[in-house]
């Protein structure tokens, strides 16, 4: 069986989707210093991870468990749905590597570019919460100062049920042991490209190399788009087509092929530094320094920077039309077949 476990669990948005490709874009190579990349597919890790998430756990689960348990090595799972996880799902995961030594990394960058990207990603996913709703609910539900952190339902609640960074780390660390779980910062803009990749490696214990073409991350759309796809969401919700119906076609055609292709031609959401998210942060970084959480990167990484570009209120309607013609065009294209 693996002597060792190692669990890559979010947060969401902070180079899950970098550290993912790069990993089965370098499974042989892993897999020649004794790493195993478990699963033919990163698709194969996710859909084990909603299994054993789930209330009744079955074969997807197991067939991991198994692949796992006959290696002898290291073995890495990455997904980051596994962050926010509740104590009995979190015992069940660990409990199923019982044995080998489960070790946890949990990447995080700043809070600031998280609230930019998890809204277009909530969009991507079904919502329709307006942007600056969005910021403020996402302020009012702060730890330790609202309520709801970790619910379902608000936006608030659902962007701090996958961002409570010190949550995550102490839910974790019950069930591996404190020295068990190591912090992996996101290097700010501007930092060398294969910055994470080299601090993912060294909790791995093995270099994640960065190929030519891989690591490539999971874009945000341009903000003409985002509005496009809000509205799509709202349109569809008042039909009673509520996400995650259609959500192929939604999110993997229209969101990430469709929509995704015109990303270099639009303007990016753009959000200042407000003082609530200073103060969010620098409590965060105390809370994580006080308790002697394993860090591999800088604390500084973590303080919040500016995202440069617009408020959705300067794009013009006939912008956000004229999108919404291209992606009609784009979607009726991809869905015929010769």
Do not use: C
């Not at 105390?286 to 920077?305: F, H, K, M, N, Y």
Request: hydrophobic share 45%.
């Amino acid at each position: 069986m693996a002597q060792r476990v190692v669990l890559h669990v979010g947060l969401m948005k902070s180079g899950t989707s970098f550290v993912q490709d790069l990993l089965f874009a370098a499974k042989a190579e892993l897999g020649a210093h004794g790493v195993l990349v478990p699963g033919a597919g990163w698709g194969r890790q996710v859909a084990a991870v909603k299994d054993v998430l789930s209330a009744s756990p079955g074969r997807p689960w197991r067939r991991m468990v198994d692949e796992i348990d006959g290696h002898e090595g290291t073995a890495v799972v990455s997904m980051e749905f596994l962050g926010p996880a509740g104590p009995d799902q979190v015992d069940r995961v660990v409990g199923a590597f019982d044995g080998a030594v489960v070790d946890v990394v949990v990447t995080a960058r700043d809070l600031n570019r998280s609230v930019a990207s998890l809204w277009q990603e909530t969009i991507q996913n079904g919502r329709s919460w307006g942007w600056d709703d969005y910021v403020a609910d996402v302020a009012a539900k702060r730890p330790g100062r609202g309520a709801g952190v970790a619910d379902r339902v608000t936006a608030g609640g659902t962007f701090w049920r996958q961002q409570h960074l010190p949550r995550v780390v102490d839910s974790w660390s019950r069930a591996v042991g404190h020295d068990h779980v190591q912090v992996v910062t996101v290097p700010g803009p501007g930092a060398p490209r294969d910055t994470l990749a080299h601090r993912f490696g060294e909790v791995l214990g093995v270099a994640v190399p960065v190929h030519e073409g891989t690591g490539g991350a999971n874009a945000s759309l341009g903000l003409t788009s985002t509005l496009v796809l809000q509205r799509v969401n709202r349109l569809l919700d008042a039909q009673g087509l509520t996400f995650p119906t259609g959500a192929r076609l939604r999110k993997q055609v229209l969101a990430k092929t469709v929509l995704a292709a015109r990303r270099a031609e639009e303007p990016r959401l753009g959000l200042p530094v407000a003082p609530w998210v200073v103060e969010q942060a620098a409590d965060t970084v105390a809370v994580l320094r006080d308790a002697g959480t394993r860090l591999v990167g800088s604390w500084e990484d973590l303080t919040p920077v500016e995202v440069p570009g617009v408020h959705p209120s300067s794009i013009d309607a006939v912008e956000v039309g004229e999108a919404a013609l291209v992606a009609l065009a784009g979607l009726v294209a991809s869905q015929v077949v010769d």
